[in-house]
């Protein structure tokens, strides 16, 4: 990602968050007093550091994302335990969870008392923030919380574990049926246009069937080449540990 050297205009029109908006005439203040006292080089050095902070995050978030799809722990690097909506690291206890985007949170007090809200987070010095819509409208101690439950809707709940199936046991692009063994599942990547796409089969049989149903449309001789050997399109998966089929051959 390359980060390009703007004009103060430029500067200027970008998309204040919502939080900042009262804090706009400060931060001017700030900027002014220091071109008052000729101090062009903080300013320039003020924007370089916000900057090169923006750039650690960034590559610590991918660092991390990358670590969760390979299912180790962005804490210690271990194996993850993976459920619909939460991975937990039984080794160092690190754990990430979604909450239900359909259904609500209730806060249960230690005194009995329940409070419903849409979200609720666990922020700085064990203080838990519930929102209802947009805003935040109440601020829990961790002393006074019994504990926290999320309420899922069985649609939500059921539109995860359909998606965890499909990606478990995809469908055959052929016959359309689950693909129920991962020792006989073939795969091709194929470009009929411009990007790389891939197809998955059930069997030998039915990549032979959809070869022979789409000979001329695949573009430049896709079956008969190794992806990793190619440039002819935008590369969209990884190829190099997959096994290159070819017409014919199991």
């Avoid at 029109?13 to 008052?36: C, F, G, H, Y």
């Avoid at 909506?85 to 979604?98: A, E, F, Q």
């Avoid at 440039?231 to 070819?246: A, N, P």
């Amino acid at each position: 990602m390359l980060f390009f050297r703007r004009k103060r205009k430029d500067l200027d029109a970008e998309d204040k968050q919502i939080t900042l908006m009262d804090q706009e005439s400060k931060v001017e203040e700030n900027v002014s007093l220091l071109r008052q006292e000729k101090d062009e080089g903080s300013v320039k050095k003020l924007n370089s550091d916000v900057n090169n902070t923006i750039k650690r995050a960034t590559k610590d978030d991918l660092k991390e994302l990358k670590l969760l799809e390979k299912g180790r722990c962005p804490e210690c690097g271990w194996r993850t335990e993976q459920f619909l909506y939460t991975s937990i690291c039984s080794h160092c206890g690190w754990s990430k969870r979604i909450t239900p985007d359909v259904g609500k949170v209730i806060i249960h007090l230690d005194d009995k008392r329940k409070i419903e809200c849409d979200k609720a987070f666990e922020v700085n010095d064990g203080v838990i923030l519930c929102l209802q819509g947009d805003v935040i409208t109440h601020e829990i101690m961790h002393k006074a919380l019994a504990y926290i439950e999320y309420v899922w809707t069985e649609e939500e709940l059921g539109k995860i574990r359909r998606k965890r199936t499909e990606e478990l046991h995809p469908l055959c692009n052929w016959c359309f049926k689950p693909i129920q063994d991962p020792d006989k599942m073939v795969t091709h990547y194929i470009a009929f246009g411009l990007d790389q796409e891939r197809f998955s089969f059930c069997s030998e049989d039915c990549a032979v069937s959809f070869e022979k149903q789409y000979p001329a449309r695949v573009h430049r001789n896709c079956y008969e080449r190794d992806c990793n050997d190619c440039d002819s399109c935008r590369k969209k998966y990884d190829t190099s540990k997959e096994k290159v089929h070819i017409p014919g051959q199991v």
